[in-house]
């Protein structure tokens, strides 16, 4: 018997949803008490704001802004943000958001990383499910990504690629603010002001009369073609990040946390997804290896067998509790058994996954997921198909959608016409449900 779960990548995907979303290692209700609290946390006074701006700027903040808000847009756990107007000297009088960071976070942030690796040492072998995620390297992982978000000169860096690649595809749908060159420092980013409709603002953004269906498709798109083309993508998509404008672009905001892979592991990933869509699990897993998500030796072919993905898929909805916690704990077994971990820059794409997710659920929960991925992968195939098959060796002709294979990896009756998000999720409260 083989789990039906979309596809190999999206096990692995899964399982990174899991991991970087807390679930299974801690209590839901603790982890969305926790992303809270990170989220809302006291304003520093002004004297304080004021003392690390002028700091690193060198000047009174007078010089440099004719107005600054005293109280912030938004305080978070590394910085906070003020609105402000900068002086004509400055290119002014033009508005602009000045993040500033907290000046004891560096110190609070090293305590943590000494807590977390202590716990990660002592998780090792006693959560299935954590061996997957290489609990030592996940603290590693989350340390890489804190020293960079601690920079924002780095961030300021971030937002300039990712910017250049939106133009270099001509992805008009999404804007990044402007850092202003002169005004970067490590701990303080000034920028160009942007604001929107909430991300989940789904009432005023369908009263601009927008269209949320091609936010998202727009979102995807864009996501995915900095990814396959570019090697970048923001890791970090939450909707505090996001604004939709009046004129239907998503403002795209906070790069202290940006994907970046090597020119070998963007081909990894190209292939990788190209694999998925055409059903091809010897190929998806040789991608998830040159992705480092499997030993460079692993024997491929009888992975394949081992974890029974050359056979057809069973519907997870049709089996009883107990039928799925025994498979469920096969294929974590058989991943374990041949070494296989989450590599940093999968678990940055699983994280965004579970935000792009959460996303469908509220702005388009009518939408066909099999019609959606023949559009994304007609865009994909007219707009760039033929780099993107050279890079992988293939010719463009031979390249088609399995849909019939991909309705037996989400599982549902080859017959099945359309599938939206909001029967997905039923399926997925079913499986809940029986798991208990």
Same mark, same amino acid.
């Given at each position: 018997?083989?789990?039906?779960?979309?596809?190999?990548?999206?096990?692995?995907?899964?399982?990174?949803?899991?991991?970087?979303?807390?679930?299974?290692?801690?209590?839901?209700?603790?982890?969305?008490?926790?992303?809270?609290?990170?989220?809302?946390?006291?304003?520093?006074?002004?004297?304080?704001?004021?003392?690390?701006?002028?700091?690193?700027?060198?000047?009174?903040?007078?010089?440099?802004?004719?107005?600054?808000?005293?109280?912030?847009?938004?305080?978070?756990?590394?910085?906070?943000?003020?609105?402000?107007?900068?002086?004509?000297?400055?290119?002014?009088?033009?508005?602009?958001?000045?993040?500033?960071?907290?000046?004891?976070?560096?110190?609070?942030?090293?305590?943590?990383?000494?807590?977390?690796?202590?716990?990660?040492?002592?998780?090792?072998?006693?959560?299935?499910?954590?061996?997957?995620?290489?609990?030592?390297?996940?603290?590693?992982?989350?340390?890489?990504?804190?020293?960079?978000?601690?920079?924002?000169?780095?961030?300021?860096?971030?937002?300039?690629?990712?910017?250049?690649?939106?133009?270099?595809?001509?992805?008009?749908?999404?804007?990044?603010?402007?850092?202003?060159?002169?005004?970067?420092?490590?701990?303080?980013?000034?920028?160009? /002001?942007?604001?929107?409709?909430?991300?989940?603002?789904? =009432?005023?953004?369908?009263?601009?009369?927008?269209?949320?269906?091609?936010?998202?498709?727009?979102?995807?798109?864009?996501?995915?073609?900095?990814?396959?083309?570019?090697?970048?993508?923001?890791?970090?998509?939450?909707?505090?990040?996001?604004?939709?404008?009046?004129?239907?672009?998503?403002?795209?905001?906070?790069?202290?946390?940006?994907?970046?892979?090597?020119?070998?592991?963007?081909?990894?990933?190209?292939?990788?997804?190209?694999?998925?869509?055409?059903?091809?699990?010897?190929?998806?897993?040789?991608?998830?290896?040159?992705?480092?998500?499997?030993?460079?030796?692993?024997?491929?072919?009888?992975?394949?067998?081992?974890?029974?993905?050359? /056979?057809?898929?069973?519907?997870?909805?049709?089996?009883?509790?107990?039928?799925?916690?025994?498979?469920?704990? /096969?294929?974590?077994?058989?991943?374990?058994?041949?070494?296989?971990?989450?590599?940093?820059?999968?678990?940055?794409?699983?994280?965004?996954?579970?935000?792009?997710?959460?996303?469908?659920?509220?702005?388009?929960?009518?939408?066909?997921?099999? =019609?959606?991925?023949?559009?994304?992968?007609?865009?994909? =195939?007219?707009?760039?198909?033929?780099?993107?098959?050279?890079?992988?060796?293939? /010719?463009?002709?031979?390249?088609?959608?399995?849909?019939?294979?991909?309705?037996?990896?989400?599982?549902?009756?080859?017959?099945?016409?359309?599938?939206?998000?909001?029967?997905?999720?039923?399926?997925?409260?079913?499986?809940?449900?029986?798991?208990?």
């Amino acid at each position: 018997m083989r789990l039906a779960c979309e596809d190999l990548g999206s096990t692995f995907i899964k399982l990174g949803q899991i991991i970087s979303s807390g679930h299974g290692l801690f209590p839901a209700e603790l982890v969305e008490e926790f992303s809270a609290c990170r989220d809302a946390v006291p304003a520093e006074r002004f004297e304080t704001v004021r003392r690390v701006v002028e700091g690193d700027l060198g000047m009174p903040l007078e010089a440099v802004f004719i107005e600054f808000d005293r109280e912030p847009v938004a305080a978070a756990s590394i910085a906070q943000v003020h609105r402000a107007v900068l002086a004509e000297s400055f290119g002014g009088p033009v508005e602009v958001v000045v993040k500033v960071q907290r000046p004891s976070i560096g110190e609070v942030v090293h305590t943590d990383i000494e807590v977390m690796a202590w716990l990660a040492e002592r998780l090792v072998g006693r959560i299935p499910v954590a061996a997957l995620a290489n609990p030592p390297a996940l603290v590693e992982v989350f340390a890489q990504s804190i020293v960079e978000e601690l920079d924002f000169r780095l961030e300021a860096e971030n937002m300039v690629d990712v910017a250049s690649y939106l133009a270099d595809t001509d992805q008009r749908a999404f804007v990044v603010p402007r850092p202003h060159p002169d005004l970067v420092t490590e701990r303080v980013l000034v920028m160009e /002001r942007l604001s929107g409709f909430a991300f989940d603002d789904v =009432a005023r953004i369908e009263g601009a009369g927008l269209d949320t269906h091609e936010i998202i498709r727009s979102g995807m798109i864009a996501f995915l073609e900095g990814c396959l083309l570019h090697g970048i993508f923001h890791g970090d998509l939450h909707g505090g990040n996001l604004f939709v404008r009046p004129d239907g672009r998503t403002a795209l905001l906070d790069h202290g946390i940006t994907g970046r892979l090597t020119e070998p592991k963007r081909r990894a990933f190209l292939r990788l997804l190209l694999a998925a869509t055409v059903s091809n699990p010897q190929g998806q897993l040789e991608a998830l290896r040159d992705l480092g998500a499997l030993p460079a030796d692993t024997d491929i072919a009888a992975m394949v067998v081992d974890l029974g993905l050359d /056979r057809p898929g069973v519907d997870p909805t049709t089996l009883e509790r107990d039928e799925l916690v025994a498979e469920l704990n /096969r294929i974590v077994g058989a991943l374990m058994g041949y070494g296989a971990r989450m590599p940093r820059e999968l678990l940055l794409f699983a994280k965004n996954l579970v935000f792009l997710d959460a996303a469908i659920a509220t702005l388009a929960p009518d939408l066909d997921l099999f =019609a959606e991925i023949i559009h994304i992968s007609g865009y994909f =195939a007219e707009n760039h198909g033929s780099r993107l098959a050279a890079e992988v060796g293939m /010719r463009p002709e031979d390249y088609e959608v399995d849909l019939t294979a991909l309705k037996g990896q989400f599982g549902v009756d080859p017959e099945t016409e359309q599938l939206s998000y909001a029967e997905l999720l039923e399926r997925r409260e079913l499986i809940r449900r029986r798991l208990g």
